[in-house]
């Protein structure tokens, strides 16, 4: 969201909770992230739960009155939700018009019937990439992995060199590319302009998923060599369906809220006058918010009615993509509510005073922290979530332009090294057959190669702009 939308959105600041010491802010810092990975860890603890815990936990370690950690974790909790929730909800009503409808299918088959057997792992990485922008990691998964399964096996291809590229492209998309929960989170919390975010995230995202796409899918193909399990293969959405949205029509729809959003930046670029027009207008329409929304509008129209869908199915599908994103606005907001526990306590403010006296550039700082969280925890939205909050007091001198990479090194620091705490370790060890040290080769090391090329080109491209 942008500065102005936050502030208007936010609740009033909270007076510092406590005016601890560097030395018990710091013992507090561990204590309350040791209570939030041992309680997701140890205890399989849902992350909603251990945040709003280690929140209070953070709290009482700095020696706050438990009723102002408690009003800090409820302001912050709002305003997080306040400013992200209704972006999350709209893009999982458009995440499942395009599963529903067979919109995205009919990408997956146009481009696979262009793609020759030598391009291929190009053509799954762009169609992971593309259909990857609306949709959660996890629903990507779910819908890419049949593809993924069936031209393996048709095609007698290693499963690696066709499986990696498809996740690389989601993985990259989920950790760098708003309008997803993590990249929303940071941009509201180190209030970063999204639309610039969104610009150099793409900059960043294309030599990063090449890499570890592509390129790293052949050598994990040697790794790693391994056929698709035919007991995997599921049906796909679209089977049921007589027909199907076109190929240009889904597109269309997909690109629409990116399309509005890097506009709206191109114009805050050229005109540089808020009064004027035109730059008015492309700050409504280029809005996360208008521009989401015009893509759910739109996609009722491109997606649900060449898939025959009725008022009733319509309604039924909005309803149905709503569902499983309560537990993701939870973690969030409860993220938002650690994040300003972090803030009102002095954390924020102890880690500007630290860092002025260390010779480490404020974007690998945040890279490393984003990193320690996602090793403790295996949550790449809990690891952004914290990051964002501990390092956003040193957004304040930033340019525009810095405030964005410091959101993509927050984002490209909670991907590292997914292992056997994550979530997406299983589903994909699972969906491929694979044992843990086979995961662990290919899909592990795919996501450090992922965090590691995009914290590199975050770091190079803020030496030159």
Known sequence: MTRLSVEMLAADPVEPITSAGHAQLSI????????????ITKFKMHAFLALTIGSLALGAFAGAPLDKAITSFTTGLGS????????????????????????????VDTILAKASPRSMPWAMVLIASVIGLPLFFEVGIVLLIPVVLMVAKRGNYSLMRIGIPALAGLSVMHGLIPPHPGPLVAVDAVKANLGLTLAL?????????????????????RWVDVQAPERMIPARPSEDLEN????????????????????????????DDPEHTVQRVFDVIGSPLIALLAAVIVGMFTLGRPAGFTKERLSSTVEKGLMPIAGILLIVGAGGGFKQTLIDSGVGQM???????????????????????????????????????????????????HTALLVLAIGAGSLFFSHVNDA??????????????????????????????????????????
């Open 28 to 39: 507090a810092v561990l204590a309350g992230i040791a209570v939030i990975v041992l309680l």
């Open 80 to 107: 997080t939700v306040a400013g992200v929730g209704v972006l999350i909800a709209l893009g999982a009503i458009l995440g499942k018009l395009l599963a529903d409808s067979g919109g995205a299918d009919q990408i």
């Open 201 to 221: 995230g793409v900059l960043v995202a294309i030599p990063t998923v090449i890499i570890a796409g592509p390129l790293f899918s052949k050598v994990a193909a």
């Open 244 to 271: 199907r949205p076109g190929f240009g029509a889904t597109l269309s729809t997909i690109l629409l809220p990116v399309v509005l959003m890097l506009s709206k930046a191109l114009v805050d670029i050229v005109v």
């Open 351 to 401: 880690i500007l005073d630290i860092s002025k006296d260390w010779s480490i550039p404020a974007l690998l700082l945040a890279w490393l922290i984003a990193v320690a969280i996602r090793l403790a925890t295996g949550s790449a939205t809990v690891a952004t979530i914290s990051a964002a909050g501990l390092v956003a007091p040193l957004a304040a001198d930033m340019s525009s332009a």
């Open 424 to 465: 997406g370790f299983w589903l994909v060890k699972e969906y491929f057959g694979l044992s843990v040290g086979q995961t662990l080769k290919t899909w592990s090391v795919m996501e450090t190669i992922i965090s590691v090329v995009a914290g590199g080109l975050v770091l190079l491209l803020s030496l030159v702009i």
